[in-house]
Protein backbone atom coordinates (compact mmCIF):
# COMPACT_ATOMS: atom_id res chain seq x y z
CA UNK A 1 0.00 0.00 0.00
CA UNK A 2 1.11 3.68 -1.03
CA UNK A 3 2.39 5.71 1.87
CA UNK A 4 2.29 9.54 1.51
CA UNK A 5 4.73 11.89 3.56
CA UNK A 6 4.47 15.72 3.89
CA UNK A 7 7.07 18.12 4.13
CA UNK A 8 8.00 21.71 3.62
CA UNK A 9 5.90 23.22 6.72
CA UNK A 10 6.73 25.65 8.97
CA UNK A 11 6.27 29.69 10.57
CA UNK A 12 6.49 31.86 7.55
CA UNK A 13 5.37 36.01 7.41
CA UNK A 14 2.41 36.94 5.71
CA UNK A 15 3.61 37.48 2.07
CA UNK A 16 6.36 34.89 2.38
CA UNK A 17 6.77 32.01 0.14
CA UNK A 18 6.63 27.76 0.94
CA UNK A 19 6.76 24.81 -1.30
CA UNK A 20 5.28 21.66 0.29
CA UNK A 21 6.19 18.15 -1.10
CA UNK A 22 4.61 15.05 -0.65
CA UNK A 23 6.43 11.54 -1.17
CA UNK A 24 4.72 8.38 -2.28
CA UNK A 25 6.64 5.55 -1.36
CA UNK A 26 5.58 3.70 -4.56
CA UNK A 27 4.21 4.94 -7.60
CA UNK A 28 1.78 7.52 -8.55
CA UNK A 29 2.01 7.58 -12.18
CA UNK A 30 -1.28 4.96 -12.37
CA UNK A 31 -3.02 7.33 -10.20
CA UNK A 32 -4.93 10.12 -11.70
CA UNK A 33 -6.12 13.30 -9.38
CA UNK A 34 -3.92 13.95 -6.37
CA UNK A 35 -4.39 16.87 -4.27
CA UNK A 36 -3.47 18.90 -1.36
CA UNK A 37 -6.51 19.48 1.56
CA UNK A 38 -5.72 21.40 4.40
CA UNK A 39 -7.36 21.62 8.16
CA UNK A 40 -6.89 24.89 10.03
CA UNK A 41 -7.62 25.53 13.97
CA UNK A 42 -11.34 24.30 14.71
CA UNK A 43 -11.96 23.61 10.99
CA UNK A 44 -13.06 21.03 8.57
CA UNK A 45 -10.71 19.56 6.22
CA UNK A 46 -11.23 21.24 2.76
CA UNK A 47 -9.58 20.31 -0.43
CA UNK A 48 -7.24 23.37 -1.91
CA UNK A 49 -6.14 21.88 -4.88
CA UNK A 50 -5.70 18.85 -6.72
CA UNK A 51 -4.19 18.12 -10.30
CA UNK A 52 -4.88 15.09 -12.46
CA UNK A 53 -2.81 12.78 -14.52
CA UNK A 54 -3.15 14.93 -17.63
CA UNK A 55 -1.96 17.76 -16.09
CA UNK A 56 -5.40 19.72 -15.52
CA UNK A 57 -5.31 21.44 -12.49
CA UNK A 58 -8.10 23.28 -9.94
CA UNK A 59 -8.05 25.41 -7.28
CA UNK A 60 -10.55 26.62 -3.97
CA UNK A 61 -11.29 30.53 -4.65
CA UNK A 62 -9.49 31.32 -1.85
CA UNK A 63 -5.62 30.30 -3.39
CA UNK A 64 -6.36 31.22 -6.62
CA UNK A 65 -3.44 33.03 -8.64
CA UNK A 66 -0.97 32.23 -4.73
CA UNK A 67 -0.61 28.25 -4.95
CA UNK A 68 0.25 25.89 -7.94
CA UNK A 69 0.12 22.70 -7.50
CA UNK A 70 1.94 19.86 -9.64
CA UNK A 71 3.27 16.36 -9.69
CA UNK A 72 6.30 14.21 -10.90
CA UNK A 73 5.30 10.91 -11.54
CA UNK A 74 9.29 10.27 -12.24
CA UNK A 75 10.08 11.11 -8.42
CA UNK A 76 6.52 9.98 -6.94
CA UNK A 77 6.35 13.60 -5.74
CA UNK A 78 3.51 16.06 -5.46
CA UNK A 79 3.97 19.69 -4.95
CA UNK A 80 2.02 22.77 -3.48
CA UNK A 81 4.01 26.13 -4.21
CA UNK A 82 2.77 28.83 -2.04
CA UNK A 83 3.79 32.07 -2.78
CA UNK A 84 1.92 35.86 -1.06
CA UNK A 85 0.62 33.52 2.22
CA UNK A 86 -1.94 35.19 4.42
CA UNK A 87 -2.47 34.24 7.90
CA UNK A 88 -5.43 32.40 7.08
CA UNK A 89 -3.91 29.64 4.88
CA UNK A 90 -2.37 28.80 8.38
CA UNK A 91 -3.31 25.06 8.66
CA UNK A 92 -1.98 21.38 8.77
CA UNK A 93 -1.54 20.70 5.04
CA UNK A 94 -2.17 16.86 3.81
CA UNK A 95 -1.88 14.94 0.56
CA UNK A 96 -4.16 12.68 -0.82
CA UNK A 97 -6.10 10.84 -3.43
CA UNK A 98 -9.31 12.26 -4.99
CA UNK A 99 -11.72 11.26 -3.87
CA UNK A 100 -9.49 11.12 -0.83
CA UNK A 101 -8.53 7.47 0.90
CA UNK A 102 -8.93 7.10 4.48
CA UNK A 103 -6.09 4.81 4.18
CA UNK A 104 -3.84 7.69 2.41
CA UNK A 105 -3.61 10.36 5.26
CA UNK A 106 -0.49 10.96 6.90
CA UNK A 107 1.13 13.15 9.40
CA UNK A 108 0.53 16.72 7.56
CA UNK A 109 3.15 19.40 7.25
CA UNK A 110 2.34 22.55 9.24
CA UNK A 111 2.07 25.73 7.69
CA UNK A 112 1.70 28.75 10.50
CA UNK A 113 1.62 32.01 8.66
CA UNK A 114 2.19 35.43 10.83
CA UNK A 115 0.91 38.62 10.60
Known amino acids: QVQLVESGGGLVQAGGSLRLSCAASGSISSVDAMGWYRQAPGKQRELVAF???????NYVDSVKGRFTISRDNAKNTLYLQMNSLKPEDTAVYYC?????????WGQGTRVTVSS
Open 96 to 104: NVLPYSRDY
Open 51 to 57: ITGGGRT
